[in-house]
């Protein structure tokens, strides 16, 4: 059983870097290109996203969050009692109008293209004209050009020190540093546990994936992870290699060219959403058993197939519990 993120806070208090000080107001910021600033800590807070919810709820600022949206999976179950008392806006993407109508004290954003230049939800320039700051995670534009769309094009390899600077200056915004470095801590020692245990197994030099996370519809190409998003970090934490190299967030990619690669793994991402046919991961298992190109992979028929939580494919907190899924993965495997 994990830990509570209080419990770790106690655990961990003795230890808090120097830094986990009080915040010094006012309070200026630059987030993902845009100067935020604060006087004081926000009275309230809307999130668009679900790993900004759930680092809100970490953090300990759950009697602050009025209104939540965007959501791939069940909350963290420590979150579960919680998250069942504060008002979902949506499951998917919420209304302009619904967000500005709680009146937030911040709108904690996960992606950019939800509240960005071009946001389906508002531009920040409507809510700072109506005087609402906004904080989007600096894990989905660190290293990342999302002007090209959808879900954007990395520049540079995801690394978790991104998801580690968003905690620390949400927690520096609300004035809870120290409960930001005691759960910072806790995921670098998740982190390390996770790379240690891969490290001390027998693996193949050669090792490959594929990370699928869903398809518009069965019989197109599919969303596969490209090599420097969260899933790459995963793979390369861990000594395996994409044989998708794109640069993409998540290309689609035809089965014929995944099945010449043939990975060795198969990572399919499971999740409550259904936007799509593929969403649905016994959908995934039946296609990939069925379909006379997929059946034949070796990771198929090896039954070397790893579910994982849709959320940590994707830059966030739980990438790193990703990162520890696959790393028990392949303590179980055999490669012979």
């Not at 014929?256 to 959908?283: N, T, W």
């Not at 197939?305 to 392949?330: K, N, P």
Request: net charge negative.
């Amino acid at each position: 059983m994990r830990l509570s993120i209080l419990t770790a806070a106690l655990l961990a208090g003795a230890t808090l870097p120097l830094h986990a000080q009080d915040t010094d107001y006012p309070l200026t910021l630059m987030n993902c290109g845009v100067e935020v600033s604060f006087d004081a800590a926000p009275d309230s807070a809307v999130t668009i996203g679900q790993s900004a919810t759930e680092i809100l709820y970490s953090l300990g600022l759950a009697p602050k969050v009025s209104g939540t949206a965007v959501w791939f999976n069940p909350v963290l179950p420590e979150y579960a009692e919680i998250n069942a008392g504060i008002e979902r806006l949506a499951d998917n993407d919420p209304s302009f109008e619904s967000v500005v109508a709680k009146r937030p004290g911040l709108v904690a954003v996960q992606y950019e293209w939800h509240v960005g230049e071009n946001g389906i939800v508002g531009t920040r320039e409507m809510f700072g004209d109506l005087g609402i700051p906004t904080y989007i995670l600096p894990a989905d534009c660190d290293t990342k050009d999302n002007s090209t769309g959808g879900d954007g094009t990395r520049i540079g390899a995801f690394e978790t020190g991104s998801v580690y600077k968003g905690i620390r200056e949400l927690a520096e915004i609300f004035d809870v540093s120290a409960a930001g470095e005691a759960l910072v801590a806790k995921l670098q020692a998740t982190e390390s546990a996770a790379i240690t245990r891969a490290e001390s197994l027998d693996l193949p030099e050669d090792l490959s994936a594929l990370f699928w996370f869903s398809s518009a519809d069965l019989e197109i190409d599919p969303y596969v992870a490209g090599r420097l998003g969260a899933p790459g970090y995963m793979m390369s934490k861990l000594g395996i290699e994409n044989v998708i190299q794109s640069d993409e967030e998540w290309p689609t990619v035809g089965w014929e060219s995944i099945a010449r690669a043939d990975p060795d793994i198969l990572v399919i991402a499971y999740m409550d959403r259904r936007r799509f046919p593929a969403d649905d991961v016994e959908k995934k298992l039946e296609f990939l058993r069925s379909d006379p190109v997929t059946s034949q992979m070796t990771a198929v028929r090896e039954g070397r197939i790893v579910q994982m939580d849709a959320h940590a494919m994707s830059a966030t907190m739980r990438s790193i519990y990703g990162l520890q899924t696959l790393s028990e993965a392949l303590a179980e495997m055999s490669f012979k």
